[in-house]
C-alpha cells in the first residue's frame, strides 16, 4: 500500500513538473514575440525617467521578457550560475556590484538564447547610478513586457538576487546604461 501511495506521488509530483514547464514555456513563447527596437526600448527608459546620455545600445532589436516568468524561471538558475563563477559573496574589485551586473546580464542573454537560439536578445544591461544612502552602484536594467503590452521598466539587483524600486532621484542619478 505504501508504494502505491509513494508512486502516486512521484505521479503527481511529474506532472506538476511537467505541467508548469510546460506554462513557462508558453510564457517564454510569447515573450519571444514582442520584438522591439533599440529606439523603442530608448522611448521606454526616457518615458520613465532615465537620462539616455550615455546610454549604449548594443542591437538593434530586443526582446521584452515578463518579470514573473524571469523570477520563476531565470532567477533560481542565476543563483547557480553565480556558484559557478566564484561570486557567492561580494568582494571588493573582484566581485563587486559591476561584475554581478554584468554576469546577469550575459546570464539572462545566453539563457534565452540557448531556448531561442533566432531571436533578439532580452532588453537587459547594466546601469550606474547613485544610490540614496550614497555612493556610486550598478544594478540590472530591463525593459519587460507589461501587461496591455505596455513595456515597463524593471531594476533587478543580481547581488541580492531579486527586483528592486528605485526612488525617483536614484533613478534620475543614472549615470551610465549599457544594453
Known sequence: ???????????????VIAKVSFINKIQLD?????????????????????????????DPEYNLLAKDWIEANAQPDFVLFLDELGFTKWEKNNSDCDDFSKAFTVFLK??????????????????????????????????????????????????LQRFVTLTKKEIESIYFVSI
Open 1 to 15: 500500500m505504501q508504494t502505491i501511495g509513494l508512486s502516486a506521488t512521484i505521479l503527481i509530483i511529474l506532472f
Open 30 to 58: 510569447k515573450a519571444v514575440q514582442d520584438t522591439v527596437t533599440n529606439l523603442e526600448v530608448r522611448s521606454y527608459l526616457v518615458s520613465n525617467g532615465v537620462s539616455i546620455q550615455s546610454t549604449v545600445f548594443a
Open 110 to 159: 545566453s539563457y534565452l538564447k540557448k531556448l531561442y537560439p533566432d531571436v533578439a536578445s532580452p532588453a537587459v544591461g547594466e546601469i550606474y547610478y547613485m544610490q540614496k544612502s550614497g555612493g556610486a552602484h550598478a544594478i540590472n536594467i530591463i525593459v519587460l513586457r507589461g501587461s496591455g503590452g505596455l513595456a515597463t521598466i524593471g531594476f533587478f539587483e543580481p547581488q
